[in-house]
Each structure stands twice: as structure tokens, then as C-alpha cells.
């Protein structure tokens, strides 16, 4: 691992992706294409070169049938606490709101991926 911990960030959410890939059986190719997003991009985050979007996280998550929230732990967006207190709507909203360090569009991005997740599951 590297010195910057913002490197083993990267790493670390690389492994991970890495990992589940290879458990769920699949290609670079294969889950390129069930995320959308270019083979080359997604080799890049495996290595830890690239540090990717929420949205890509949660392009990636549908396409390995994990939890968007584990990717964002292990990308540094969220924290592993708040993941994990509370399952409550209005409080995940409050805290995304009331977050300092994230910005009014990235406030924005985690709320439409969160609002996605509890209509999806609201429908099975």
C-alpha cells in the first residue's frame, strides 16, 4: 500500500471491486458493460488509479449485486458509522444535508442514489 491514505482509499475500494468481481465470476468486459462504463475506466479504478463517482459506485454496485453503501465505505464517501446507525429515511437525509464537507451537487447525487434504493426496495 502506498503512504497517502488517499491512495489506500483507492486501493483499498480497487481490491474490493476486484473481489467481488472475480467472486460474482466476471470479466473487466463483462462488468464494463452491466455498469456502463468503459473497460479501461474500470481497470483503472481496480488499481487504484482512479477515484470514481457515486454514480459510477452505484453503476458498479448494480452491475456486482452488492450494496451501493459498501462502495461508497470503501471510496471514502461515506462514513462506516452512518451507514450502518441508522436505517431511518429522515435521518439518512438529514445527515447527507447536513454534511459540511460534501457539496450542494454531490448532496444531490447521494439523495437521488438513496431515494433510488428505498423506491427499489419499497417495490419488492
Do not use: W
Not at 479501461?40 to 458498479?60: D, F, H, T, V
Amino acid at each position: 500500500m502506498s503512504k497517502n491514505p488517499l491512495n489506500d482509499l483507492g486501493e483499498s475500494l480497487g481490491e474490493y471491486l476486484r473481489e467481488q468481481r472475480r467472486s460474482a465470476r466476471l470479466s473487466l468486459r463483462q462488468l464494463s458493460e452491466l455498469a456502463g462504463v468503459s473497460n479501461p475506466y474500470l481497470s483503472q479504478i481496480e488499481r487504484g488509479l482512479k477515484r470514481p463517482s457515486a454514480e459510477i459506485l452505484q453503476q458498479l454496485a448494480k452491475g456486482l449485486e452488492v450494496s451501493a453503501e459498501s462502495l461508497y465505505v470503501r471510496a471514502g464517501i461515506l462514513d462506516a458509522e452512518h451507514a450502518t446507525a441508522s436505517t431511518d429515511g429522515p435521518d439518512v437525509r438529514r445527515a447527507i444535508a447536513e454534511d459540511t464537507l460534501l457539496t450542494a451537487r454531490q448532496k444531490k447525487t447521494l439523495l437521488d442514489i438513496y431515494e433510488s434504493y428505498v423506491e427499489d426496495d419499497a417495490r419488492h
